[in-house]
């Protein structure tokens, strides 16, 4: 049995997809298990750059399946924008994408509602592509899922409900006009049967995919300080990024997990509101951003940039169950004299042993910090672990020993190969 997850132990933004991408080589399927539009996965592979939102970044290499679970929400005019681009790029994605057919999808008035909602005073900082109010549907019983668009009679009475609701709040809370159910059928017409090849009738394929012996890969969006139950509330994204969200995203057990993977930078970034304890608000934090191009792969945004904070991350690998670490973007620190780690947070002048989940307090906490001598030569591209310069191997060593995880990848450069496995 071969079942390995990947998971973002940050902020979101950690190098996921290069990673996935890296660990494609030895799958048959990779399985994307929550998230929307919203995520932003890069991927670069003989200096041609790939962004993928919502299909799977096994899509780059050839024969990986894909897998859309059910714990994403899927925008449709984003996923066949996406498979455009893929053509474009010479990428075969024939007979290579499933969805689940319990995936709910993405509708025209998530999206003004999400960006509606950013322009009020309870901004979150989202990227405005319908993702939440989309989750907000699902737990309402509101939403749609692809299976549902093949069958009429409920389209039209979930709709009737969902519409009735969105109105209401269309006349008296947003003040606009009202929509248009008929205008959103037609909408759900139009693509149902594009998008019919695609859907599975089967939502436990991916365990039976299991018991057949294939090797799965399970990739989350976003990071574990995002996860709606254990992230920075409500500075958080709406579903589950974490190990729980990966397993009912794809509708398999925790018996069939074989290894969890942490991915995490080598700093900290963040985008959008929300206690952030190491950020840099200086021209150090500027330097940290151009030098790792800290800008959204779906939004555009400047990130903000910080060091790199270990209550957090052992945080994330407390709640997740870490097995092994993947350290990415190593080489953005090369150029610094020295480097610092958080390893503790001060509250009211004393120390604190755990990392607070209330938004008041993590933004009170005073960040304590080990200082380390920075390496000052390049190491981008290096794949050999001894060929790194000693400062950068105490760095690492120092994380390990923090968390009493091991690190088994190093990411030294954006390019698939940059990259040491341990």
């Known amino acids: 049995m071969s079942v390995k997850v990947v998971i973002g132990s940050q902020w979101g933004d950690e190098g996921k ?27 670069f592979v003989n200096g041609k750059k790939f962004v993928l939102h919502l299909i799977p970044s096994g899509i780059v290499r050839e024969k990986i399946l894909c ?9 449709p005019s984003a996923f066949f924008e996406e498979l455009e681009i893929l053509k474009e790029n010479k990428i075969n994605t024939d007979n290579r994408i499933i969805i689940l057919p319990n995936t709910h999808l993405v509708l025209p008035f998530h999206k003004i509602i999400d960006q509606l909602n950013e322009m009020g005073t309870g901004k979150i900082g989202t990227t405005g592509r319908g993702i939440g109010p989309a989750y907000t549907d699902k737990y309402l019983r509101l939403g ?4 549902d668009l093949y069958n009429d009679d409920y389209i039209h009475s979930i709709l009737q409900r969902n519409i009735e609701l969105k109105n209401i709040l269309a006349k008296h809370y947003y003040k606009i006009d009202e929509f248009s159910i008929e205008i959103i059928k037609n909408y759900l017409f139009e693509i149902r049967g594009k998008i019919e090849q695609f859907v599975s009738k ?12 294939k090797k799965i890969l399970l990739e989350g969006a976003q990071g574990a300080l995002l996860d709606i139950d254990h992230g920075t509330y409500p500075y958080v994204t709406s579903s589950n990024p974490t190990i729980g969200g990966a397993l009912t995203g794809s509708g398999i057990s925790t018996k069939q997990i ?14 959008g509101e929300g206690p952030f304890p190491t950020e840099l608000k200086n021209k150090l934090g500027e330097k940290i951003r151009n030098s790792g191009n800290e800008f959204g792969a779906t939004t555009g945004r400047p990130r903000r940039c910080g060091w790199l904070d270990l209550p957090a991350l052992k945080y994330s690998a407390q709640i997740n169950g870490f097995d092994s670490i993947a350290i990415t973007k190593l080489d953005v620190l090369s150029e610094l004299d020295e480097i610092k780690i958080c390893t503790g947070y001060k509250l009211n002048g004393e120390l604190i042993n755990h990392f607070p989940v209330d938004t008041p307090t993590l933004m009170k906490v005073e960040p304590v910090y080990e200082t380390f001598k920075g390496w000052k030569n390049s190491i981008q591209g290096i794949r050999d672990y001894e060929d790194l310069p000693a400062e950068a191997k105490k760095y690492l060593e120092f994380i390990e020993d923090y968390l009493s995880i091991k690190i088994k990848i190093i990411s030294t450069g954006f390019e698939r190969n940059d990259t040491i496995i341990i």
């Open 144 to 147: 749609i899922r692809i299976i």
């Open 67 to 75: 897998i859309i679970g059910n714990g994403v929400v899927l925008d």
């Open 17 to 43: 997809g290069k990673i996935v991408d890296l660990l494609s080589e030895d799958v048959d399927v990779v399985v994307r298990y929550q998230g929307g539009a919203n995520a932003g996965h890069t991927i």
């Open 258 to 271: 074989s290894e969890i993977i942490g991915v995490a930078k080598a700093y900290c970034t963040r985008v």
């Open 202 to 213: 089967d939502s436990t394929i991916v365990s039976k995919m299991i018991d057949e012996g």
